[in-house]
């Protein structure tokens, strides 16, 4: 694989990844509590820059020096996610359903979106850089891969969050029974999935 392509690859595949059900399911329960397109834009910035932290930081480590992450970090990060979808589906389920405020819970919220990046990242980030190290000869071209790979999933995110706030948004700005029925519809479609992200981890392919 040329370098030119490693790196249209890496952005391609970043984008595609950023449509995984359980980053979805995140952005649909964080923007529960947000506002407006750039709102929604600014958290998925936040999550992504969080994601890239930990991603690359794995990454490199696999690319640039060899390592070899053992199978039970990897299961141990799969078990992480999903206990952070149940954990922030249950949250969303018993908080008391405000109206969010422009400015009383910024702090709060930015943290929580990075701090939910931080641990996406970590998910399966050891086996898509030694994909990297297996398909692209050069250590150069394989850690410029794996930042595209990094931003294309920033910018799909910021782009699928944009796009999901406007329904959201409508949705929320109904009040009384479609607000509950959203906020706790995205609640529970976020535990279902981090029970089906546990389970995988525990009993399916990945813990052979």
Sequence with gaps: ??????????????????ADADHLVVVATLLQRERGPRRAALIATLWGLGHSATFLGV???????GLRVPAPFER???????????????????????????????????ARSVAVGLVH????????????????????WAAAYLALFGLGTVAGMIAL?????????WTLA????????SVVAAALL?????????ADALFGAGAQ
Excluded: C, K
């Design 1 to 18: 694989m040329t370098g030119v392509s490693a790196l249209l690859l890496g952005l391609g595949l970043g984008l595609r990844h950023a």
């Design 59 to 65: 990454g490199l480590l696999v690319v640039l020096l």
């Design 76 to 110: 141990a990060a799969e078990l992480l996610v999903a206990f952070m979808l149940i954990a922030l589906g249950a949250w969303h389920l018993v908080r008391p359903q405000r109206r969010a405020s422009a400015t009383g819970h910024g702090g709060a919220a930015h």
């Design 121 to 140: 990242g970590l998910a399966g980030s050891a086996g898509i850089a030694l994909l990297a190290t297996t398909t692209i000869p050069s250590r150069l």
């Design 161 to 169: 969050t944009v796009i999901l706030s406007w329904p959201i948004g």
């Design 174 to 181: 109904r009040g009384g029974a479609a607000r509950r029925f």
């Design 190 to 198: 976020g535990i279902a999935t981090g029970l089906l992200v546990g």
